[in-house]
């Protein structure tokens, strides 16, 4: 049995107590902007020392792997750490508690698909919990461990090492590719071919295939093709009562899709070891603008606008005043619209002057020669720069911001829905003003609530809202996440309430069951329960994600029991 202390883990290491990689630094400019937002919250500015791995005290292993499966089980102290919660604000404050009542007894790194097959007999043979875990990046407790005292034990089933594109069809434009592949390690087992998947969540660097197509992860486009769905041609999961593999096509009309239950199961109905997915060429022409509007509403109607006419914008991003302060491209006086078009195919000034016709008829204002520019030359990084590089940088680097900040008993978490145009303005209004309210009674803090649109659809919009307050007057950790709970019921109660989604591309985990179970018809419930017992009767897999299980009451998480 595997009882060295060390990770069996073959990334690089991990911060386990928040975003991204271990040895990641913020700049000078990154340091002063978090003092900044801290001290402007009413918080007290201090440098911490990163928790470390030796100040926590974690229960010793309940149960024990077989002897044939136990070279590829860990119970390292970082191994069960990096496993026990995701990244969401709630688990990075936990961290800072140090705060792990429920780790994973053992983590498992499969080395192939019989191994996958061989853990989860095990585990329904013994009672034990299986969380399937891609890049652990969920800020919505989809992998946390917490499933009740009904096991026996819990498992932390990690697929790293299940990350090669194992085929490529370039007439069909698509590849197989394994489930635990890294989104850098696609693009650059693709990048020799010439072709891409070309699916960028913010978790990218961190986040794999099979995390994407469990939680119908949002990605890089802004319009058409918007989440991990529309790039899936077929699937593979291996469930406890067999494997399932769909077949490849382009469409089909036979009866209900089976890759439609693959897709946002969350690890509860099996584990995807593998899918076709289609890919693209690699883009040679782009085209951009950074827009202004001093009407924010008039900005949303511009994208309504953008997103009916069929142009089909890659990027067409909305950042509300507040939002631009947030981003750094701008000082709260005007909305900004970052749009952008890219093709592997045809130069774009064609469709970037009908956009920009669009733009002008709502009041938007923009630098011609910067748009001019930006379409200079194939192959140009023009769109890297200006607003739209600036956003870019800001989007993949906050997570690393945030982390200090929780540290400090600073509250900075988002939520993401989708509605309507017809609701849009009201439902904008509404949500923000409800979820105020609650962060002002919950903390009694100045509080800063902010929303951009990610992504765009001619028949609505994807508002996705920050929020950043002191958690207390004290400014204590604790005491931060206990009004955490209060607001986070709160949002996902909002936008159900005011006919949203509680999750546009975040997933459902733990955190948003409340709203979940209010969205989804109790018909459709039952139908995925019967789905459930069909292929995990013994309910081993993710408990207490989208299913009630005899351990795992309704709506009950480490976080929001």
């Not at 649109?453 to 958690?471: C, L, N, Q, S």
Request: net charge neutral; glycine share 10%.
């Amino acid at each position: 049995m595997n009882t060295t202390p060390s990770s069996l883990s073959r990334r690089p290491a991990r911060r386990f107590w928040g975003w991204g990689a271990a040895d990641a630094t913020l700049d000078i400019q990154e340091q002063a902007a978090v003092k900044f937002t801290v001290e402007q919250l009413g918080g007290n500015y201090v440098a911490l020392a990163a928790p470390d791995a030796s100040e926590y005290t974690l229960r010793a292993p309940r149960v024990a792997p077989p002897a044939a499966l136990a070279s590829s089980f860990s119970q390292s102290p970082v191994d069960r750490l990096n496993h026990a919660y995701g990244k969401s604000y709630a688990d990075c404050a936990r961290m800072w508690l140090r705060s792990v009542p429920n780790p994973p007894d053992w983590v498992a790194y499969p080395d192939d698909e019989q191994a996958v097959v061989d853990v989860l007999d095990w585990a329904a043979r013994s009672n034990v919990a299986v969380i399937p875990f891609g890049g652990g990046t969920s800020v919505c407790g989809g992998v946390e461990p917490a499933v009740g005292d009904g096991f026996a034990g819990t498992i932390s089933l990690d697929m790293e090492r299940l990350g090669r594109v194992l085929e490529i069809d370039k007439v069909s434009r698509a590849a197989r590719i394994q489930a635990g592949a890294f989104g850098p390690d696609i693009e650059s087992q693709l990048r020799a071919h010439d072709l891409t998947l070309r699916h960028y969540p913010q978790s990218f660097e961190f986040s794999t295939l099979g995390g994407w197509i469990a939680t119908r992860a949002g990605g890089h486009y802004a319009t058409q093709h918007t989440h991990i769905d529309d790039f899936v041609e077929s699937t593979r999961m291996v469930t406890p009562n067999g494997v399932m593999q769909t077949q490849r096509l382009p469409g089909s009309g036979a009866g209900p899709a089976p890759d439609r239950l693959v897709l946002g199961s969350e690890g509860t109905l099996g584990v995807i070891t593998e899918a076709w997915m289609r890919l693209q060429d690699k883009p040679r022409f782009r085209a951009s603008a950074s827009i202004r509007f001093t009407d924010y509403f008039a900005a949303a109607r511009c994208v309504r606008a953008l997103a009916q006419s069929g142009l089909n914008p890659s990027n067409c991003r909305l950042l509300d005043p507040m939002e631009t302060i947030f981003s750094g491209v701008g000082d709260g006086r005007f909305a900004v619209l970052v749009l952008g078009f890219e093709s592997a195919d045809h130069a774009l000034p064609t469709w970037m002057a009908r956009a920009l016709e669009l733009v002008h008829d709502h009041g938007g204002e923009y630098d011609a020669k910067a748009v001019e520019r930006s379409m200079a030359s194939e192959g140009s990084d023009e769109h890297r720069r200006g607003a739209a590089g600036v956003w870019r940088n800001a989007f993949i680097r906050m997570p690393y911001w945030r982390d200090p900040a929780v540290g400090l008993g600073i509250i900075m978490d988002t939520f993401e829905t989708a509605i309507t145009w017809d609701r849009f303005e009201s439902f904008y209004r509404q949500v923000k003003q409800e979820v105020e309210t609650v962060i002002q009674r919950a903390t009694g803090q100045k509080t800063v609530i902010s929303c951009r649109i990610t992504h765009a659809y001619p028949d609505g919009a994807a508002p996705y809202f920050t929020i950043a307050t002191k958690g207390s007057a004290t400014g204590d950790v604790a005491s931060a996440l206990a009004a955490w709970r209060d607001i986070k019921l709160a949002a996902n109660a909002a936008v159900v309430g005011h006919g949203g989604t509680v999750t546009h591309h975040h997933a459902v985990g733990r955190d948003h069951r409340s709203g979940y179970d209010r969205e989804v018809p109790v018909l459709f419930r039952q139908m995925l329960a019967g789905a459930k017992a069909a292929v995990d009767p013994r309910g081993i897999l993710n408990p207490g994600v989208l299913y009630n299980t005899n351990s795992s009451p309704q709506g009950q998480s480490g976080v929001l029991a």
